[in-house]
C-alpha cells in the first residue's frame, strides 16, 4: 500500500508565478490535511479537506492560497502571486477517518517549495 | 487547544533507553496525548497515543501520569535512525478541532555512538 505521495517534491518559482503543490492520499483514504512549515520554525497547519468539500480552513491566509480536493485525482494547494515569505516546505497528510482525536494520519514526504 | 511543554533538546547514546517528558498541566479530560516525530528532511510520522493507561506498541511506549498532566514517551533502546524532533500533541475529542494536529516547538533528539 504506498504511502501518501505528494509532487513535486521541490518546486522553484519566481515572484508573482503561481506555485500547484499535488498530494495523493493513501489509498482508501478520503480526508485530507495539509500544513506548511517555514523555515526553522515548526508545522502549521493550513487546511482540512474531505472529497470536495472543504472541513476547515482556520489556518490558510485569507489571500492567494486555495486548496481543493475533488472527487477524482489529488488534492491540490495552490499559491497564487507567490512572494518570498511563501519559501517553505509543505506537508500533506491523509487519514482514513476525520474529525476524530483517534485517527493517525499518514504524511508525506512535502513540497520544498523555494520562492526566488 | 491545551499547551504542552516539551525540552528543545536531548541527547542520548546508541542501545540506551529514552525517556521524553511532556508537560500538559491544562489537559482537559477529553483530550488524547498523541506522539508524532519527524526525522530530518522528513515528514512527521505518527508514533504512539493514549488517554489514560499507559501504551506499548512496536516503536515505543507512553507513560501517563494518573493527573494526566505530564506524559512520557519511552524508546527502550535508541538508536541513530531514532535521531528526530518529537512532538507531543494533545487531541480534543469533542469538537471538530480534532482533526488538525497542533504542532509545538518539539524536543530534537539527539542519538550518538
Known amino acids: 500500500n504506498a504511502g501518501v505521495m505528494q509532487n513535486p517534491r521541490h518546486l522553484v518559482r519566481r515572484r508573482g508565478q503561481e506555485a500547484r503543490l499535488r498530494c495523493s492520499p493513501m489509498?482508501?483514504?478520503?480526508?485530507v490535511y495539509w500544513y506548511r512549515q517555514l523555515p526553522e520554525e515548526g508545522l502549521k497547519f493550513m487546511v482540512y479537506?474531505?472529497?470536495?468539500?472543504?472541513?476547515?480552513e482556520s489556518g490558510m491566509p485569507k489571500e492567494r492560497f486555495s486548496a481543493e480536493f475533488p472527487k477524482e485525482g489529488p488534492s491540490i494547494l495552490r499559491i497564487q502571486q507567490v512572494v518570498r515569505g511563501d519559501s517553505a516546505a509543505y506537508f500533506c497528510?491523509?487519514?482514513?477517518?476525520?474529525?476524530?482525536?483517534?485517527?493517525?494520519?499518514?504524511f508525506g514526504p512535502g513540497t520544498r517549495l523555494t520562492v526566488l | 487547544d491545551a499547551k504542552t511543554t516539551q525540552p528543545n533538546s536531548m541527547e542520548s547514546n546508541e542501545e540506551e533507553p529514552v525517556h521524553l517528558p511532556c508537560n500538559h498541566s491544562?489537559?482537559?479530560?477529553?483530550?488524547?496525548i498523541h506522539w508524532y516525530r519527524q526525522l530530518p528532511s522528513q515528514g512527521p510520522e505518527y508514533v504512539i497515543h493514549?488517554?489514560?493507561s499507559n501504551v506499548n506498541n512496536r516503536m515505543a511506549s507512553l507513560a501517563i501520569a494518573e493527573d494526566r498532566k505530564s506524559s512520557t514517551l519511552i524508546l527502550h533502546r535508541a538508536t541513530l535512525r531514532d535521531a528526530a524532533v518529537y512532538y507531543c500533541?494533545?487531541?480534543?475529542?469533542?469538537?471538530?478541532?480534532?482533526?488538525?494536529?497542533?504542532f509545538g516547538t518539539g524536543t530534537r533528539l539527539q542519538v550518538t555512538l
Open positions: 500533541i494533545l487531541r480534543d475529542q469533542r469538537t471538530g478541532t480534532a482533526s488538525k494536529l497542533t
Open positions: 493514549g488517554l489514560t
Open positions: 491544562t489537559i482537559s479530560g477529553t483530550d488524547y
Open positions: 479537506l474531505q472529497k470536495e468539500n472543504i472541513i476547515d
Open positions: 497528510a491523509s487519514s482514513q477517518w476525520g474529525g476524530h482525536s483517534n485517527n493517525e494520519q499518514f
Open positions: 489509498k482508501g483514504h478520503s480526508h
